[in-house]
C-alpha cells in the first residue's frame, strides 16, 4: 500500500515537474509567426493587484505572465479606487510597479512598464489607462481629466478602457469621451476586456483612427479567469515592431495602430496588420498532382498558436473535407483538391471565419496553388 503511494506522489511529482518545463518551453516561442526581421510582440496592458482591487502581489503577475510567455505587461492600478488602502496603505502609486520590476529575473524576455487606471464615475465606462508612464503620482487628481492631461504630458500612452461598461453594454462616444478623441487626448480602445468583445469599440476605433487593444484586466488570477491549463489564453495585444525593438519602439508602434487582439481563439485587427499576420502564419506549400490523378494535393500548415477556422469560396471540391474546416494550432492539414483536368496553377480562396477586421466582416485570403511538375 505504502509503495502503491509513493509510486503515486512520484507520479503526480513527475507529470507536475515536467508540466512545468513544457509550459517553459512552449513560452520561448512566439505565439504568431511574423515577417522576416519582425515580431509580433506579446503584450496585456491592463493588469491590477493588491495596490488597487486585485487579489495578488504584483510578483504572482509577473510569474504569471512569465508561464504564459508574454513578451511585455503594465501594472494599472486604479489610482482613485483603492479599497485595500488599510491593509497595504501605499503613498507611493508606483509601488505596483517597482515590486514587479524587482520580480523580473536575469534572462527573462518579459519587460514591465508602469502603468494607471484613471476613473471618472461616468456611463458608458469613464476608465482610462495610460501606460508608458514616468510617475503615477503626477496623474492622481480630483478630476479625472487633469489626470488623463498629466498621462499625455507624460507622453504616456492612453487608451479607454472597456467603453462597453454599462447597463446596455453597448460601447459608444458621449461628450466625455468625445472632447478626449477630438483632442487627441485618446489613443485607443479597448474592444476586448477580460471576457467581452465589442463590436461597437471596434467600430468606434476604426471610424476614429484608434488603437486596437485587448486587456485581461486581471483581478484574480489568470489560470481561473482563462483556464491557461487547459489550452486557454488571456486576451492579448500583439504589437508589430521589429525583432530589435526596444521599449520605445514598442510604445510608437502602439501610436500608430499596429496592433491585433488575440480573444478566445478569434484574432482581431485592421486590415494592414491581420491580412499579412495570416498570411505569414497559415503557409500552402507542395502542391503536386499523384501520377495518372487528377486531384491535386497540398498541404496548409499552421505556424501560429491558434487554430484557425476556413472557408473555401472556390468552385472546386475537396477529397476529404467540406466547404469549412479548422487547421488546428501548429498542425498541417493535407488537402485533395477535385481539379478534373491536371492545372499548372489554381487560386485558393478562403474566408477565415475566427478573424476579424470589422465587425462581422471575415477577411478573404487567396493562396496560389502551383504543382510540381
Ligand atoms: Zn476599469
Ligand atoms: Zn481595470
Known amino acids: 500500500m505504502k509503495t502503491k503511494q509513493y509510486f503515486f506522489t512520484y507520479f503526480l511529482l513527475t507529470l507536475f515537474l515536467s508540466g512545468v518545463s513544457l509550459a517553459q518551453q512552449s513560452a520561448k516561442q512566439p505565439f504568431f509567426k511574423a515577417a522576416d526581421g519582425m515580431q509580433w510582440l506579446s503584450t496585456d496592458l491592463h493588469i491590477h493587484t493588491v495596490f488597487s482591487d486585485g487579489s495578488v502581489w504584483p510578483s504572482i503577475r509577473v510569474e504569471e505572465a512569465r508561464r504564459e510567455g508574454l513578451d511585455l505587461i503594465a501594472m494599472t492600478e486604479h489610482l482613485e479606487y483603492q479599497p485595500h488602502s488599510e491593509d497595504i496603505p501605499h503613498p507611493d502609486r508606483n509601488r505596483s510597479y517597482a515590486i514587479a520590476s524587482d520580480a523580473l529575473r536575469e534572462g527573462d524576455r518579459l519587460e514591465v512598464i508602469n502603468g494607471s ?47 462597453n461598461w454599462d447597463k446596455t453594454g453597448i460601447a459608444r462616444l458621449e461628450p466625455f469621451q468625445q472632447y478626449l478623441v477630438e483632442n487627441k487626448l485618446l489613443q485607443g480602445i479597448e474592444m476586448v476586456n477580460e471576457t467581452t468583445y465589442s463590436e461597437e469599440a471596434f467600430q468606434i476605433a476604426l471610424d476614429h483612427n484608434l488603437t486596437l487593444m485587448g486587456g485581461s484586466d486581471i483581478h484574480g488570477l489568470t489560470e481561473w479567469s482563462h483556464g491557461i491549463s487547459s489550452g486557454g489564453h488571456r486576451p492579448m495585444t500583439f504589437v508589430s515592431v521589429p ?98 483536368s491536371k492545372k499548372e496553377r489554381i487560386e485558393l480562396p478562403f474566408l477565415v471565419l475566427n478573424a476579424l477586421t470589422a465587425p462581422k466582416e471575415h477577411p478573404k485570403i487567396s493562396w496560389d496553388a502551383i504543382p510540381q511538375k
Open 243 to 340: 525583432s530589435s525593438a526596444r521599449l520605445s519602439d514598442v510604445k510608437q508602434a502602439l501610436f500608430e495602430g499596429k496592433t491585433v487582439v488575440w480573444h478566445k481563439d478569434i484574432i482581431l485587427g485592421k486590415k494592414a496588420y491581420l491580412v499579412p499576420l495570416i498570411k505569414e502564419n497559415l503557409v500552402v506549400t507542395q502542391a503536386y498532382y499523384p501520377k495518372d490523378k487528377t486531384l491535386m494535393q497540398l498541404t496548409l500548415s499552421n505556424h501560429s498558436v491558434m487554430p484557425f477556422e476556413l472557408q473555401y469560396l472556390g468552385a472546386y471540391s475537396f477529397h476529404e473535407q467540406s466547404d469549412v474546416f479548422r487547421i488546428p494550432a501548429g498542425e498541417t492539414l493535407h488537402l485533395k483538391i477535385k481539379t478534373v
Open 117 to 163: 487606471e484613471i476613473t471618472r464615475d461616468i456611463a458608458p465606462s469613464g476608465h482610462f489607462n495610460a501606460v508608458f508612464i514616468q510617475d503615477a503620482n503626477a496623474l492622481l487628481h480630483k478630476d479625472s481629466l487633469t489626470g488623463i492631461l498629466e498621462a499625455n504630458k507624460q507622453n504616456a500612452f492612453v487608451f479607454w478602457n472597456h467603453p
